[in-house]
């Protein structure tokens, strides 16, 4: 079924709500959403992209923040947030300083991302730092990139099977799962059914 996209964004936007509430109970630790990238800043049509940035607004204004900081929740933005209008900027600037001590649970969403810059700024970061080449490493790459987390599990959905410029550096020994389902039909079974499939995989990291 193919829905208006006001609709489904705004669906998407409650999945988002759901699916962090299914990890909870399952007891994952961390999730990572791919809310918006910089080909979609540069290339979507403006009024989607302003009806998008809107939903982003609304959503920030409507977290309880009263259950995130008693759950422990830190959220995080990853991207460049300089592409973002300033009031939506600002909403996510403030949204992690007032988490940002939080450490039980960890939703991180990736907006105006884009995964070979956020290489490249991890690159810019280390030279700026004067750290000298023999001292460079896989850990000090990772320590200057958005994320410094690893993701064991990284689903798609829609039926598309590739990885879109998602967290190449982070996602090198991640198992990917891809689904045919809409973001929006995703539900807890789905979930459930990605994690034991994990868990009954090799995982050979590299070998």
């Known amino acids: 079924?193919?829905?208006?996209?006001?609709?489904?964004?705004?669906?998407?936007?409650?999945?988002?709500?759901?699916?962090v509430?299914?990890?909870?109970?399952?007891?994952?630790?961390?999730?990572?959403?791919?809310?918006?990238?910089?080909?979609?800043?540069?290339?979507?049509?403006?009024?989607e992209l302003t009806y998008l940035f809107k939903i982003f607004q609304q959503a920030f204004l409507d977290l309880d923040t009263n259950k995130i900081m008693d759950n422990n929740i830190q959220i995080r933005f990853v991207g460049d947030l300089e592409l973002l209008p300033l009031a939506l900027r600002t909403q996510c600037t403030e949204?992690?300083?007032?988490?940002?001590?939080?450490?039980?649970?960890?939703?991180?969403?990736?907006?105006?991302?884009?995964?070979?810059?956020?290489?490249?700024?991890a690159v810019k970061n280390i030279i700026d730092k004067k750290i000298k080449s023999e001292m460079i490493d896989e850990r000090i790459?990772?320590?200057?990139?958005?994320?410094?987390?690893?993701?064991?599990i990284i689903i798609r959905t829609g039926g598309e099977k590739r990885t879109s410029n998602f967290l190449p550096w982070q996602s090198a020994y991640s198992e990917w799962f891809f689904l045919d389902k809409?973001?929006?039909?995703?539900?807890?079974?789905d979930l459930i059914a990605c994690i034991n499939e994990f868990k009954n995989r090799k995982r050979n990291f590299g070998a």
Request: glycine letters at 4%.
């Open 1 to 19: 079924m193919m829905l208006p996209l006001p609709t489904g964004h705004e669906l998407g936007r409650r999945k988002v709500e759901e699916l």
């Open 21 to 47: 509430e299914y990890a909870q109970e399952l007891g994952i630790k961390e999730l990572t959403f791919y809310a918006l990238s910089v080909e979609n800043i540069k290339n979507r049509p403006k009024k």
């Open 95 to 121: 949204i992690m300083n007032k988490t940002k001590h939080n450490n039980k649970f960890f939703v991180n969403f990736a907006i105006a991302y884009d995964g070979r810059q956020e290489i490249v700024n």
């Open 141 to 152: 790459i990772a320590e200057n990139l958005y994320l410094t987390s690893e993701p064991d």
């Open 182 to 189: 809409m973001w929006p039909e995703f539900e807890k079974n």
